[in-house]
């Protein structure tokens, strides 16, 4: 039998090792991602969220119109054409906006630019705020009031800059309306609201299926029909104009399509005298808007 040396007269024995025991892990509090609102803009009457963190963003497939930047949002606010859901702002762009945020009574929502930009890509301006709220209302053609005797139609124009800088030129001169394809035109919000700069929410915006027929249903209503095309032989501020009046705008790579110029009462051209002789489609309608701003349509 082997002997356990360990209890030989005079034999040292280890004493028992102690357990470590690990520093307590201190943990900083959550910085939360929602907080109140401002007391001042509460006090006005806004609806602060209060809870410890913000509620999801809507998906973006849920049907509703996501605007941001400040003009972008500030307008929707403003004028109260839609229905606002809900705000998600940094503080900095929360007080830019107070007073028509206490003014809406808007439930508002104190988040950081990261979860903003996560919401909306890397890419996306947004000046710190993000409006959730409903599509504005599409009128028919049949509502259009004419006041300026302009309407602008945009045959399959896609570029969403394109699309908002239109929007801003038409609210800049007070055009009745804006006529779009129901297909191969973008999203009304997001990038278009941000390029508008709050022309968005000026502007009758008219969705139709069918641009021949409502050119043709524009023509019974009296409206002049002109396209314009950087290749016309007609000169826009030679043309016989008159009131009202239809700008009829081709898409950036295709420009007005067959159909669309047959439903024209004539194709024009904007002269230009320098070296380049054709415009940007956004820029083109701005300078035959100035036209006509002018006097050269009455």
Not at 256 to 273: G, N, S, V
């Amino acid at each position: 039998m082997a002997r356990d040396k360990s209890k030989r007269p005079g034999a040292k024995t280890k004493p028992a090792a102690r357990p470590r025991q690990r520093p307590e892990r201190q943990t900083l509090p959550e910085k939360p991602r929602c907080a109140a609102i401002y007391p001042k803009i509460a006090a006005d009457g806004g609806r602060p969220h209060t809870e410890g963190k913000a509620p999801p963003f809507r998906r973006a497939d849920s049907g509703i119109a996501v605007l941001y930047g400040l003009h972008a949002v500030g307008e929707a606010i403003r004028t109260g054409r839609r229905k606002l859901l809900d705000l998600y702002a940094t503080e900095k762009a929360a007080a830019s906006l107070k007073s028509e945020i206490a003014r809406a009574g808007l439930r508002t929502h104190i988040v950081e630019p990261r979860d903003i930009a996560l919401r909306l890509g890397a890419g996306a301006v947004h000046q710190g705020v993000v409006l959730e709220a409903l599509p504005l209302p599409s009128p028919e053609l049949s509502d259009i009031v004419s006041r300026s005797g302009i309407v602008l139609v945009l045959d399959q124009i896609t570029d969403p800059h394109n699309v908002g800088a239109i929007l801003r030129s038409a609210a800049a001169f007070a055009a009745d309306a804006v006529i779009i394809t129901a297909h191969h035109a973008p999203d009304m919000g997001g990038v278009v609201a941000k390029a508008a700069s709050g022309g968005l929410e000026h502007v009758a915006l008219v969705t139709v299926t069918n641009l021949a027929r409502a050119l043709e249903r524009l023509g019974d209503a009296g409206y002049l029909r002109v396209g314009l095309d950087s290749e016309a032989a007609q000169k826009f501020t030679g043309a016989p104009l008159r009131r009202p009046i239809a700008l009829v705008l081709g898409g950036e790579s295709k420009g007005l399509r067959r159909l669309t110029r047959e439903k024209c009462d004539f194709i024009a051209r904007l002269d230009l005298p320098g070296a380049i002789k054709s415009l940007n489609v956004s820029n083109a309608c701005a300078v035959a808007l100035a036209i006509l701003q002018s006097g050269e349509a009455r």
